[in-house]
């Protein structure tokens, strides 16, 4: 037999070859042996992207000459025969290679070794045992395979765009940010090529020969990834590949400790002067208070460094003059401009605008308008509804400022409000709302995606960093929010305005609501079983339905489809009629919430019945003219009730000529109840504001009253906005714990009494 072919069948033998092998190439490599002194057998090693490689070769004499031992080259270099020596040389070589994990391949002669885990180990303690055998030649970049597999860091450097023909440096909306992405093995930058070869690996290691075994970790890879996919999905792919992105973007890199950031000079200015204490605008109207002037600073400032920002003043401060003053104090001729508010607020932006800021023009978006044929600086006034009728229009019309008030109504992402929303285009874009979060932070994510998108990341990964750990990542929205969120309280700047007292009335049950609650607990318990989770997930509409029903026990039995039953039979309309005959003797003016309209109907009979001289005004959903009944009950002489829908009437308006507020079934929402509660408690108010929400003793009413507790520490220890999830699962997992009577009608003892003038 010949000894090539000997050799190659011994090298594949583990039956790690390319195929099936082929002895006719080898086999014309020698043709047989002869008697005398053995070659030494050279073994090359190569480092390559396939892996550690080595070839045979028989050093002649003259110790300088090679000829290839094994291969199809064996043959053309005149190797024609081999002694005995040199035959068991390369027999045993293979049997080395096979046991060292090398493969070898027959169409080239050459061994190679794919594992990266078993590379570093040969080198280090297999290949000095292999040199007593062979003569070996390492090539210089098999050092690199001695330290072991190396993991690459990701540091992107922001430099300062090229500025756009005819811009300045101070032009903010001009300031764009371009991102150079280098990848580190050490201090070793890697090539173009060699990042595609890492990243085509998917964070699994590879073998770059010029530096050694790299690999992307996970994490690494996940945020950078993330990072990519979101700039194309709210910068768009042109400004990603051309390198215009939104300079913001910056801050979003400092809260991802995966990802290192290097900032260019110009850059590291620009971020500072973000941070810096705004300057005071040239001109400001002198009827702003001075926690006022700030905000229309600190919004004038944010315009200058081409930022946006969220005024998340709390309801009552004014945050609608303080916008008006910033349209007035930096106009943008030529520009429209768009303010979109709930319905029921339109007509108290224009009346704002009359009284304050008469110079500025305005006009009221209605179905059949088209807004794009104007080229003043009109100020759009558009309801959430008229701006989704016109979504169409929006591609077509760059806006000089777009104001978002009440900015909580594009909390949903998926809603067709919010994607019409985050079509506009503006200079300058403003969100107001007193409670940038009312269920989750999700709400707060589809604000910023307005305000600044990509500042929050995708969607997918917000929520994500939420789950895997919300502490931290919390943590890290406050300082990234922070430059572009500005909060301020009534009791840190509205020294000035009264008290507001604040308690909870507990009602009893009469015999027909104890009666009633019990049935409709117990038949909703055998439906849907005790586990709220499941019933949560499963059984939604049913779960939801039992909820309603023992609400509407609790408030009034006559709201049952089932029932009909007088006024006596609702424990909270009782107490709130001999609340009423002491507050209303005393000329004090009370408003009345519900989010049922069914109640402040059976209210209404309650009034017209013990009542009768009083004069009342209605504000739900179904006021047409929404400014009459308020203009009527704040000038109204006297005593006076006021019934109003919570929803209908919970933002936009000012009812501080009353001093009494009652919520006769609170909202589970604290966000909800407390801008209702601040349409009488604002700016204006010269007496002490009481507010009672009924609770009914023993129901499911006293225990969300706890959880509502909760879950405003937690939106007070961020920005007034970065709660929880207001998921009745992790609190209670018993549904019979959370619905079930526990305790008797009457209350244990009397609340405090009203406080009269």
Known sequence: MAVAAAAAAAASGNGHGPGPAKATPLATAAVGTHNGPSRSLVLVFKTKTVGLTFQAAWLDADKKTKHPALGPDAHAHSNGHVTSGERAKLIGLAAYARKAHFHYHLDTGVYVMESLVEMPNFLRTVLPAWKRLFVIELDEKSANLLKGTRAIEIEAVAERAPLKDGATAGDGEHAALNLRWIFRAGERMLTDAEVNAVLKRNGQPVLLPSI??????????ASF??????????QGAEAAEQGTLSPYLIFSLFSDPRLRLTLSPEIEAWRQSVLAPPLAPPVLPELLRPYQLRGVEWMHHLCDVGCHGLLADEMGLGKTIQVLALLAARPIPGKPHLIVCPASVVPVWREEIAKFFPQLAVDVLKTGHDFTRRKDAVIWLASYTQLRKHRAMLPSVEFGYAVLDEG???KNPDAKITQTCFAV????RVVLTGTPLENRQLDLWSIFR????????SRATFESALQADRVGTLARLRAQLAPFVLRRTKKEVATELPPKMEMDLICPLTDVQRTEYARICSEGLDRLGDDVGAAMREKSFGFLALLTRLRQTCCDPDMLPWLTSPLTDSGKINLLVEKLTEIVSSGHKVVIFSQFVMLLGRVREALQKHFPELPRYELTGMTLDRLKPVQGFQAAQGAAAMLVSLKAAGTGITLHAADYVFLLDPWWNPAVEAQAVDRVHRIGQKST?????MVTAGTIEERIQTLKASKKD???KLIGGLGGDFDLSQHFTSLRSLVTLTAHAEPEQEPEPYTLD
């Not at 050694?212 to 890879?221: C, F, Q, R």
């Not at 285009?425 to 300058?428: D, L, N, V």
């Not at 307005?450 to 990341?457: H, I, V």
Request: aromatic content about 16%; charged content about 20%; cysteine-free.
């Open 212 to 221: 050694g075994i790299v690999t992307l970790p996970a994490e690494k890879w």
């Open 225 to 234: 990834n993330a990072w990519q996919k979101n700039v194309e999905e709210t």
């Open 408 to 410: 909580q109504f594009i």
């Open 425 to 428: 285009r503006a200079q300058h």
């Open 450 to 457: 307005f305000l600044l998108p990509g500042l929050l990341g």
């Open 689 to 693: 504001v009481f507010v009672y929400r």
């Open 714 to 716: 937690l939106f007070d």
